[in-house]
C-alpha cells in the first residue's frame, strides 16, 4: 500500500495538530497502521498504533494522554490528533502500515512496518 502523510506545520506550544495519512494501491482495512517520528540527530521512534478495525489502540508513554490514533476504513486513512504539543515533540512523523490477519493486533517494533508515508514535518515552538 502506498502512504501519503499530510498535516503537519508549525504551531506554538500547547497547540493542537492534526496528520492525516491516505492510503492507495490497496484497502487498508487489513493493515495495522502506527505513526513514528524521527528528529534531528535521533533514530526514528514509535509514536502510537491502531489496529485494523480501529477498536485497539496503543501509545508510546511520551504522547499518552496527549496524542489519539484514529482510522476511518472507508476513506482509506489514518489519522493522528497531537494536542498540547511540546517542543520536545517536533519531529518528522511518518506513516506506516503492515498487513495481519487479526483483527485487533496492534504493533510497536519499527521492524513490524513494511509500508512507509514520506513523512511531515511537525515544529513546535516555545
Known amino acids: 500500500v502506498q502512504l501519503q502523510a499530510s498535516g503537519g506545520g508549525l504551531v506554538q506550544a500547547g497547540g493542537s495538530l492534526k496528520l492525516s495519512c491516505t492510503a492507495s494501491?490497496?484497502?487498508?482495512?487489513?493493515?495495522?497502521m502506527g505513526w513514528f517520528r524521527q528528529a534531528p540527530g535521533k533514530e526514528r521512534e514509535f509514536v502510537a498504533s491502531?489496529?485494523?478495525?480501529?477498536?485497539?489502540?496503543y501509545y508510546s508513554n511520551s504522547v499518552k494522554g496527549r496524542f489519539i490514533i484514529s482510522r476511518d476504513n472507508t476513506k482509506n486513512a489514518g489519522y493522528l490528533e497531537m494536542n498540547s504539543l511540546e517542543p520536545e515533540d517536533t519531529a518528522v512523523y511518518y506513516c506506516?502500515?503492515?498487513?495481519?490477519?487479526?483483527?485487533?493486533?496492534?504493533?510497536?517494533?519499527?521492524?513490524?512496518?513494511?509500508?512507509w508515508g514520506q513523512g511531515t514535518q511537525v515544529t513546535v515552538s516555545s
Open positions: 506506516a502500515a503492515a498487513f495481519r490477519r487479526h483483527s485487533n493486533v496492534i504493533l510497536q517494533p519499527l521492524s513490524s512496518y513494511t509500508d
Open positions: 491502531v489496529s485494523r478495525s480501529g477498536g485497539n489502540t
Open positions: 494501491g490497496h484497502s487498508t482495512s487489513t493493515y495495522v
